[in-house]
């Protein structure tokens, strides 16, 4: 029977296409391969579920499909079988989002020892900002910005002093060390996106959003913007390196603070009149 | 987003309720025959416009209680400056409560057959229904006088919103009022009219609830009601 | 067990249940243009809903071409690239799915099937249609306004959606919230009627559980939206006035294209908990219905009783209730309050439950039974598969950490395509290849049939199966072009140009499938009054197509549940639900 071929194979075809597809997730570089993990478990599970409902569903076809004089059962139902089908569904589902939920507790649980970073998203790029000696951010706000003060940081906030400014310019994280990503965006949506981190998260203005991941190698990895932020979406890109402990002091000491970026003379409160153009 | 999960929890409960009544648990392979056999699934005996003036009803206060929903949500924020809720309501409130009794008055007078009271009160409802859609918009127009605009903050933008939402719906009852009125005028027979006129006052009465629940809302009753509900509880 | 011979609609006791007064079409006008008559009313609907989805089909093929071929069709921009996603995402979802599911099918059949003369305000069912059609020609229009229609996504997110950094910020954002206003109106009053047409106007005899699924699924589903579309009304309406007014409900204060803001303090969130309360259960709109078609599809033409038909309903009204409380998996990293993660994971997840119940009971219905291949059939089975696919790859993205490296990438664009692009698309055709002779009086052509679905089924999957991989490997959706990232190797490439090859393959065969609904109005084999030899009562009109007031003289009086086909000992496979019992069925022993 041509059609409970066909069918099978559409089963049969997504198996394999799943097995040889050269596109697959990206190298992890981070501690989030219990995503992956999760992932594979699922797909374990619904492959599962997929081929054999296929499979089943193929065989009546090939098995039932009319023939002179046959004639259906009559048959309205079976509680036994719905039952046990039912149990054995709520088994399979348990069985993922256990998993995904104890992942998400660690996901959304930043460790103590995490160091912030800040990144911040306008239309359409990204600046970045790392606490300086006293490892704290400072505060910053909309309100506060300026050509010379491109992050909206606040002049008169002693820990935004220090703070490593990186306008236009790559991230650097260091290997091995947990970070804690803090997120801003000062006009619409976007979202922080690096496939080879697993982790991502929206940055709203008005908020801050976080997530936190240690990454495990090094490398370069592309910046995209996930979260569609108007017509230069796509272009919305930067880099992220992972360098060891020495590159990454080297790269470091190279960056420029705040307080060097702005003039201490311009501390000058910018006046915007709020409300009406 | 409590306030519209707390409604439609309620809504489920009825439409629960109503369910169960239905032998949804039959096994109706094993039911055949004629109809008398198996009570308790015909269509129900209220009239059509009835029930569907409650279905709509229940799709009007979905739409409150959403846009309830969205000014607590909004209320939380630190640039929420209330404003002060002019007199002017009070007012407006009072003749809204008339113009429900009216309608009240003219359904009772329906039901006994008393063409001319129907009138009164149709009459009576209909211009106080007006009155106080003139009253929203004179309360309105001094608050824009005194300087709050609906853009300066999101209290204000709320106020307008709802007040402009709640004049709406009364309008399109209006409207409704308005043919009821016209047939009786033109003499069509007080039976048929009973259901028309009961239903208009179904939904004056349900508009004076959203108005009065409103009106709690945005004289901060409900947060002191909200306040007070928790200190009971803690 | 006595033979129980067919004896049409003869001999059937007078109604008891009082008949309604008819609206009388006077003049041509009020016939066929401002008709009353819900049949009138469901083709009008379609015929809108499909010419304003053929829009929606080719915006696909541009966006195809474009993702296929970057580079090559200068006459898309990055600008109109979103433009086009946009409009066809929300034409797709709504003024497509929704409108001929409900408007459509929903006035054609409710009516026929619960044995009623017409809906139970026809005047206000009436007036639906032309507020939709309005909303439909609002929609269009904005193709032709300065700015071009909005780019915001079909999410309509603020502040993006209203700034001057998305295309079609003046005119387009505006007239798709009006539209969306306007419909949410028509819908409304057409919905009243499906609510309260199933509630009031059954015939006598036509308990809940006799009702066919059909009619379940568009009940439900209209209880549904109506309680969720207020909700993008009132997100609709408050982002209408931030636009135009200046508020800030939604916007915080932001900094556009370098300048300060007017706005300040507003929550996007609260936008996104709107729109997703609506979101979430419309998907479940469109799916609703299309369960509850297919279920009648798979029974009929594999001459067997749907299988579990309580649990079958059980399950669409727990759906139903339960799609309320999962709006916020679309928000997973929206960045909302984290722990809400755990509450929305397990209830999407839990929904799996009835719904996996839905598809073994269809696939255990087509068990030991007696399947003709006919083209209804086939897209059954076609809407099986794509929907159990697009089913599963939804408990990647309900639970919550799996979603967070897939959302925003291709992998839920496939996904969403699968579960509520293709599936229910499956089933409107299988419906309409079902109903067709019902509305005409002939059948579609077979052959043609048959061409249309193979090409269509497996386009489609052939389309979206594999772009799942494209988002696992980290392909971000909503993207114009995807420029050089290390991570994309360059066969990603080739598969998007295949898709996109394959889209516009299936594309032009729905070609095939317009030209026979034509032809067969003309040419078609002349099909009598029940062709599939089915059960429920829209097949048993006394006319065909049924004529004004659906019924002749008398209401039909229902004995039997929708399911009796092949019952033991009937002279025929199928007893229609209208026809009397000679005797006690003697089944009791194969039912228990
Ligand atoms: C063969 C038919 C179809 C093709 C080839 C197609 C293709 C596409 C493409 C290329 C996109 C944009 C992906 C992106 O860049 O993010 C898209 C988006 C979308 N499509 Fe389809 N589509 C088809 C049918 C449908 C149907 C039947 C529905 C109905 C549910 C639908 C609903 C959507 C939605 C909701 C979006 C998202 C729009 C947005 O991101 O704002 N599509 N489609
Ligand atoms: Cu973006
Ligand atoms: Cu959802």
């Known amino acids: 029977m041509a059609v409970a071929l066909i069918l099978l194979l559409v089963a049969i075809g997504s198996v394999l296409f799943h097995i040889y597809s050269p596109w697959w997730w990206t190298p992890i570089a981070t501690n989030w391969a219990y995503i992956d993990h999760t992932i594979n478990i699922t797909f374990w599970i619904t492959g599962f579920v997929f081929v054999a409902v296929i499979a089943f569903m193929a065989y009546c076809v090939f098995r039932f499909h009319h023939k002179e004089g046959r004639r259906a059962d009559y048959n309205p139902e079976n509680k036994r079988l719905e039952w046990w089908l039912s149990v054995g569904t709520g088994v399979g589902v348990a069985a993922m989002l256990a998993p995904g939920l104890v992942v998400w507790h660690q996901f959304v649980t930043v460790p103590a020892d995490a160091t912030e970073v800040e990144v911040m998203g306008q239309q359409w790029q990204w600046s970045f900002r790392l606490p300086g000696k006293d490892g704290r951010l400072g505060t910053s706000d909309v309100r506060n910005i300026a050509a010379d003060n491109p992050m909206g940081l606040n002049h008169d906030d002693a820990h935004a002093q220090d703070d490593v400014v990186i306008e236009n310019g790559d991230l650097h994280l260091q290997v091995g060390k947990p970070v804690k990503v803090l997120l801003r965006s ?84 910018a006046t915007y009149q709020s409300g009406g153009k | 987003m409590s306030a519209i999960i707390l409604f439609l929890t309620v809504v489920a409960v009825i439409v629960g309720w109503w369910l169960s009544q239905q032998r949804l648990t039959a096994k109706p392979w094993l039911e055949e025959g004629p109809v008398g056999d198996f009570p308790g699934g015909d269509s129900m005996t209220w009239p059509a416009a009835k029930v569907g003036l409650g279905v709509f009803l229940a799709v009007a206060s979905v739409l409150f209680v959403l ?114 009125s016209a047939k009786m005028w033109r003499g069509a027979e007080i039976a048929e009219m009973r259901l028309s006129v009961e239903l208009c006052a179904i939904y004056w009465h349900f508009m004076l609830l959203v108005w009065l629940v409103l009106l709690g809302l945005l004289t901060g009753w409900t947060d002191d009601f909200v306040d007070i509900c928790r200190r009971l509880l803690s | 067990m006595v033979d129980i011979p067919y004896e049409g609609i003869e001999g059937i006791p007078p109604a008891e249940v009082p008949d309604v007064e008819l609206y009388h079409p006077r003049s041509w006008w009020t016939r066929y243009v401002f008709s009353q008559d819900a049949k009138v009313i469901a083709i009008q609907y379609s015929l809108t809903a499909t010419a304003i989805g053929l829009v929606a089909l080719v915006l696909s093929w541009l966006m195809r071409l474009q993702l296929g071929f970057p580079g090559t069709f200068s006459f898309i921009d990055a600008n109109q690239y979103l433009q086009f996603i946009t409009m066809h995402g929300m034409i797709m979802v709504i003024y497509l799915l929704t409108a001929l599911f409900l408007g459509g099918f929903g006035n054609y059949l409710i009516p026929l099937m619960v044995g009623a003369r017409d809906m139970v305000f026809p005047y206000v069912n009436m007036l639906s249609y032309w507020v939709y059609l309005l909303a439909v020609l609002v929609l269009a229009s904005t193709f032709f306004v300065p700015g071009g229609p909005t780019g915001a996504g079909w999410t309509l997110y603020p502040p993006q959606a209203i700034l001057s950094g998305t295309p079609g910020q003046d005119w387009g954002i505006i007239l798709m919230m009006s539209s969306l206003i ?74 556009e294209m370098g300048q300060l803001s007017k706005y300040g303090g507003g929550s996007p969130l609260l936008f996104q908990h709107l729109f997703w309360f609506f979101g979430h259960p419309e998907v479940y709109i469109v799916a609703l219905p299309a369960f509850g078609i297919v279920s009648d599809l798979i029974s009929t033409h594999a001459r067997k009783n749907i299988f579990g038909y309580r649990m079958m309903v059980w399950a669409i009204v727990a759906i139903g209730a339960l799609s309320f409380i999962v709006w916020a998996h679309h928000m997973y990293v929206s960045g909302m309050f984290p722990q809400f993660g755990y509450f929305f994971a397990t209830t999407t997840l839990i929904i799996a439950i009835p719904t996996a119940i839905k598809v073994y009971n269809w696939v255990l219905t087509l068990w030991r039974g007696d399947i003709h291949l006919t083209v209804p059939m086939l897209f059954a089975l076609g809407f099986i598969i794509t ?206």
């Open chain 1, 186 to 269: 000062v006009d619409v949506l976007h979202d922080f996106y690096v496939p080879e981190f697993r982790a991502k998260m929206d940055m709203v203005p008005g908020m801050v959003t976080y997530f936190w991941m240690t990454p495990i190698r090094t490398g370069t990895f592309d910046v995209l913007c996930a979260e569609l932020c108007g017509a230069a979406h796509y272009q919305m890109r930067a880099k992220v390196i992972v360098d060891e402990e020495r590159e990454y002091h080297a790269w470091l000491e190279q960056q420029k603070t705040f307080a060097e970026l702005s003039p201490a003379k311009a501390i000058v409160k």
């Open chain 2, 67 to 180: 846009f309830i929903s969205a000014y607590s949500m909004r209320m939380s924020v630190v640039d929420w400056r209330p404003l002060p809720v002019p007199r002017l309501l009070w007012v407006n409130t009072g003749v809204l409560v008339l113009s429900s009794a009216a309608l009240q008055w003219s359904y009772v007078a329906a039901r006994r057959h008393d063409t001319e009271n129907v009138m009164i009160g149709l009459l009576a409802g209909g211009a106080s229904a007006v009155i106080f859609l003139a009253g929203q918009l004179l309360a309105w127009q001094r608050l824009g006088a005194a300087g709050y605009f609906v853009a300066s903050n999101p209290a204000n933008s709320f106020f307008y919103l709802l007040t402009a939402v709640h004049g709406l719906h009364l309008t399109g009852g209006l409207v409704a009022l308005g043919r009821t």
């Open chain 3, 182 to 255: 306007l419909f949410i109106i028509g819908f409304t009053m057409g919905g009243l009627n499906y609510v309260v047409t199933v509630l009031q106007a059954r015939t006598r005899g036509m308990t809940l559980m006799r009702l066919p699924l059909t009619v379940w699924g568009i009940f439900t589903a209209t209880v549904m939206a109506l309680l969720a579309f207020p909700a993008l009304f009132v997100a609709s309406v408050m982002l209408l006035l931030d636009r135009l007014l200046g508020t800030s409900f939604f916007m915080p204060s932001l900094v």
């Open chain 3, 387 to 592: 929907f159990v696919n697009g089913g599963l790859t939804g408990l990647f993205l309900g639970n919550v950490v799996v979603d967070v490296p897939l959302s925003d990438t291709m992998f839920v664009v496939a996904h969403f395509h699968m579960v509520m692009g293709v599936a229910p698309i499956m089933v409107v055709l299988g419906a309409i290849y079902h109903w067709y002779p019902k509305v005409t009086g002939r059948m579609l052509n077979e052959a043609m049939g048959k061409f249309h679905f193979w090409v269509t089924f497996l386009g489609a999957y052939l389309i979206f199966f594999p772009m799942h991989y494209l988002g696992l490997l980290g392909v971000p959706r909503r993207y114009f072009e995807l420029g050089d990232a290390t991570f994309i190797p360059s066969s990603a490439h080739s598969l998007n140009a295949f898709i996109s090859v394959v889209a516009l393959t299936v594309g032009f065969s729905q070609m095939v499938f317009l030209f026979n609904l034509a032809w067969s109005l003309f040419k078609g084999e002349a099909s009598g009054g029940n062709p599939w030899r089915a059960t429920t009562l829209e097949w048993q009109t006394p006319e065909t197509p049924p004529g004004h007031g659906n019924w002749g003289k008398d209401l039909p009086v229902v004995y039997r549940w929708a399911y009796d086909y092949s019952v033991p000992g009937a002279a025929e496979d199928f007893i229609p639900q209208n026809q009397p019992p000679r005797a006690r069925k003697l089944i009791q022993g194969a039912a228990s």
